[in-house]
Nanobody, 122 residues
Framework: QVQLVESGGGLVQAGGSLRLSCAAS????????MAWFRQAPGKEREFVAAISRSGGIYYVDSVKGRFTISRNNIKNTVDLQMNTLSPEDTAVYYC????????????????WGQGTQVTVSS
């Protein structure tokens, strides 16, 4: 399994931006589909964004146009740029890795980071 460590969470006001980063222990390009999930208080963990092994990108509708997922093949990181944040984006954000060519299904992801808290104040 690949080891994943997230960073970049914090407290931000509504309308602000944050950039999350997920450092992987191995090269993920062409090997792993990488994704971000989030879990808000009292809610189930949900898919946010994914980048497939070949670079295809997918988002949940609620973040389209605001969030951007990208892969840095030199640093072996997967980043999530989050703009125009709202209190509804408050959650613990998790990075995950799957050997599937492309998937957004949680059960397909065998490797998970410890999570990073994002809090958006109104």
């Amino acid at each position: 399994q690949v080891q994943l460590v997230e960073s970049g969470g914090g407290l931000v006001q509504a309308g602000g931006s944050l950039r999350l980063s997920c450092a992987a222990s191995v090269r993920t390009r062409n090997t792993y589909t990488m994704a971000w999930f989030r879990q808000a208080p009292g809610k189930e963990r949900e898919f946010v964004a994914a980048i497939s092994r070949s670079g295809g990108i997918y988002y949940v509708d609620s973040v389209k146009g605001r969030f951007t997922i990208s892969r840095n093949n030199i640093k072996n990181t997967v980043d999530l740029q989050m703009n125009t944040l709202s209190p509804e984006d408050t959650a613990v954000y998790y990075c995950a890795a799957s050997t599937a060519y492309i998937t957004t299904v949680q059960a397909d992801f065998a490797s998970w980071g410890q999570g990073t808290q994002v809090t958006v104040s109104s």
